[in-house]
Structures are given as structure tokens and as C-alpha cells.
């Protein structure tokens, strides 16, 4: 089994729908990070998570909002999503005080 | 604040032929260093990694990177390339403490048989 899952694999969607991205993690990591990758611009940081009760933003959380239910679970919602968040989207974990982050098989994610 | 430049977005190579693909950063402290490779269809893996000791690191799969603090590169490097090397690759940077990985827009491996 997969370290760290991401439910759905594929995802379209209209614009302005609400959608909410899953990911799982068996690694026992406290740490955990969403990233999205568009062609041409590697992976940016949109939030990240210390642990349950710290969660912080990246460099784009604009249209973002996650939750960090327990420590194996991060979840990223788009509240209204729109066509410029059509991307790729990773999950990732890492253990506290590690550098070292493990990734997600992603998310393909479609707004038309 | 950290930044992340891979000169080039494609590098086509011929098998059997050596590579590189060049990594430069930038930053005010120091600094973590790390590749990624990306294979079609599927999340990121670590290739290797810089953290202290030898400025010189290698892959168990042949590739190797050397951190070079002076010119702020941390280049990666295979002698022989093989068909099955053919990937996206991600440069990645982190400054001390802050745990946040700063990535580079990625090369684009392909290896022409």
C-alpha cells in the first residue's frame, strides 16, 4: 500500500463548484504540505501543516483553504473553483525536523 | 528569500551519453539542496539530497550532484544515460530552518535511443 494517498486521482469540475481534494498518510509524519504543479513552473507551496493545530500558508493560498483533520489527514478545498486552478496537485508529508518530504501520486484537477 | 533557477526547461541526449542538468539558487543562508525526478504519470520521487558533509552526492540509480557554495550551483550530473532515465527533473531548495521546499520550474530529460 501507498505511503501517502490522494483521493481523487482525477477530478473535472465546473466553475464556481466546491471541491475538496483528500490526502492520507500511513508514514506517521507530523508534517504536511500542498503543492500544485502547472507545466513550465515546477511545484509551489499553496498550504503546509506542522501538526494538527498549525497550519500555515504558502506562497498561493489565494482560493485555497485546507484542513488538517487528524494527523494522517490534509484536505484542500477550492470553495469556488475557477479555470486558473486547473493544475496538478501533490500532497506531501515529512517528519518533524526532517527536510526530506515524501509526495503524493497527485491530483489531476480540471475547472471548465 | 530562497529561489530556484534550472537554465534549461528540455535537454534532449542521445543514450549512453553523459548529462547535465544545472541547478543554481539563491539565498542569504544556508541552505538544503535536493533533485526530485518526476517519471509520466506519477508523483515525485527523491533522487538525492545535500545536507552537510561531502559537497559531492550520488544516486544509487548512477546520477550524483556536487553542492558548490560559491557559485551557489548544485548541478546534476550521469555519465551514461539510459532510456529509462527519461524524466522531468526538480531542483529544490530549502533554507535552514525553514523546512519549506522552494522548487525549480524543472528539466525535461529525454533520452533518445
Known amino acids: 500500500d501507498a505511503d501517502v494517498t490522494q483521493t481523487p486521482r482525477n477530478r473535472i469540475t465546473k466553475t464556481g463548484k466546491r471541491i475538496m481534494l483528500e490526502c492520507s498518510q500511513t508514514?506517521?509524519?507530523?508534517?504536511m504540505y500542498w503543492y500544485r504543479q502547472d507545466p513550465g513552473l515546477g511545484l509551489r507551496l499553496i498550504y503546509y501543516?506542522?501538526?494538527?493545530?498549525?497550519?500555515n500558508k504558502g506562497e498561493i493560498s489565494d482560493g485555497y483553504s485546507v484542513s488538517r483533520q487528524a494527523q494522517a489527514k490534509f484536505s484542500l478545498s477550492l470553495e469556488s473553483a475557477i479555470p486558473n486552478q486547473t493544475a496538478l496537485y501533490f500532497c506531501?508529508?515529512?517528519?518533524?525536523?526532517?527536510?526530506?518530504?515524501?509526495f503524493g501520486p497527485g491530483t489531476r484537477l480540471t475547472v471548465t | 528569500a530562497q529561489s530556484v533557477t534550472q537554465l534549461d526547461s528540455q535537454v534532449p541526449v542521445f543514450e549512453e551519453a553523459p548529462v547535465e542538468l544545472r541547478c543554481n539558487y539563491s539565498?542569504?543562508?544556508?541552505?538544503?539542496l535536493f533533485w526530485y525526478v518526476q517519471y509520466p504519470n506519477q508523483g515525485l520521487q527523491l533522487l538525492l539530497k545535500?545536507?552537510?558533509?561531502?559537497?559531492l552526492v550520488e544516486s544509487i540509480n548512477g546520477f550524483e550532484a556536487e553542492f558548490n557554495k560559491s557559485q551557489t550551483s548544485f548541478h546534476l550530473r550521469k555519465p551514461s544515460v539510459h532510456i529509462s532515465d527519461t524524466a522531468e527533473y526538480f531542483c529544490?531548495?530549502?533554507?535552514?530552518?525553514?523546512?519549506?521546499?522552494?522548487f525549480g520550474k524543472g528539466t525535461k530529460l529525454s533520452v533518445i535511443p
Open positions: 506531501a508529508t515529512s517528519e518533524a525536523d526532517s527536510y526530506e518530504q515524501y
Open positions: 508514514k506517521g509524519h507530523d508534517r
Open positions: 501543516s506542522f501538526d494538527v493545530k498549525d497550519i
Open positions: 539565498s542569504s543562508v544556508s541552505v538544503y
Open positions: 545535500y545536507l552537510s558533509g561531502s559537497t
Open positions: 529544490a531548495v530549502s533554507e535552514a530552518g525553514s523546512y519549506q521546499l522552494t
